[in-house]
């Protein structure tokens, strides 16, 4: 059987953490910031972690996470 593929872009945007969770960056922090308030942007820094509903088609296109 061939070797299976990863999409690279997810790639770039997961990883796992130790206990095997998949980590990931918050949405909205590229453009449009002087609206948003500080504490906000300040929480927008900190990873989050994928929900457990799309944590299995991500774990599908990234086979070797």
Do not use: C, E
Not at 17 to 30: E, H, L, Q, V
């Amino acid at each position: 059987m061939p070797k299976m593929k990863t999409n690279r872009g997810a790639a770039k945007r997961f990883k796992a953490t130790g206990t095997g969770k998949i980590k990931r960056n918050k949405a909205y922090t590229s453009h449009i910031l002087t609206k948003k308030t500080t504490k906000k942007k300040r929480n927008l820094r900190q990873s989050g972690l994928v929900d457990s509903a799309n944590a299995k088609s991500i774990r599908k296109i990234l086979p070797y996470l």
